[in-house]
């Protein structure tokens, strides 16, 4: 056989090797992010989801009256991404972190075999509020949320009321005069496969990488390459309209609140609320704000004062 012949079969074998070893490190991949830490608890809510959380106790058990404070993640983020600040807070409040359906060790449904509910905004506001009922006892709680987290830790709120014992919105979106405006850019169903078949090495390196500590940076780069994350970030994407912030939610949320955003921000809205108090910040790139340890550590702070007040 000649080398012109030799040639395309050549070109073949080795495409084919190199998507059976893109499709190897895949697998390997997502059973990594199945396996998470190790220390995750559990929950099925009432929608059939079943959410990966972890529970961090204060270091005071004579202090019953302190609230549990539960963290929201914004779009395609996941628990790790919090990890600046739970290594701060760790031992002085009680915390708990969560992964949305569909991210990190968290389910969509019920499994394969069985059809989810429907995925709308209800759905991911009902999750957290069955998580802070389900974990809180007789405490009340402060909710944070990072970006479209707070659209969410606001909805919640509203529902939980009285339980709610203050609110902290991390570089919340802009507020609008009406719900639905503003919607993420759709994530291509073709891009979903090619992360299946094991293209998630082709990413770049995110911008984030490496900011975090190795072991969070590690799981967060695998969850970042892995098809799940990109499964639930389509699924939000289509729901994130209805998730932001408009002037009729705020005004239904009685709780204190504590705004941080980066200087430049857009905080428009946020300024005519009597019981919200205003912070600006740098040090940060805008929307990287929990990448930043020293920003991080500030924001820890700003959380456990908070949860000193409302005692």
Known sequence: MSTETRLPAIAAGSILGAMLFGAGRQVARHRRVLA???DEKFLTTTSGNRLSFRVNAAAEPGRPDRPLIVF?????????HWT?????????????????SGYGRSRYGHGRQQTPQPFTPRTVVSDLVDLVRHTRGERRVVL?????????????????????AGAVLLEPPVVTAAPGPHRTPAI?????????????DLLPRPSWAGTLPEHSARLCDDQYRDARLWEAGRREATVSA????????????????????????DLTGYGDLRHATHRVSDGF???????????AERVAAIVSATGERVL
């Open 36 to 38: 998470g830490r190790g």
């Open 72 to 80: 929201e993640s914004g779009f395609m983020a996941t628990m790790e």
């Open 84 to 100: 600046w600040i739970s290594e701060e807070l760790n031992g002085k409040a009680s915390t708990v972190f969560y992964d949305r």
């Open 144 to 164: 944070v949320g990072h970006a479209m987290g707070a659209g969410i830790v606001l909805r919640a709120a509203a529902e939980l009321e009285d339980v709610v």
């Open 188 to 200: 291509s169903p073709l891009f979903v496969r090619s992360m299946r078949i094991g293209c998630g």
């Open 242 to 265: 209805d998730l932001g912030v408009h002037e009729a939610l705020l005004a239904s949320v009685r709780a204190p609140m504590e705004v941080i955003a980066h200087r430049d921000a």
């Open 285 to 295: 790139r805008p929307g990287r704000l929990l990448f930043s340890r020293r920003a």
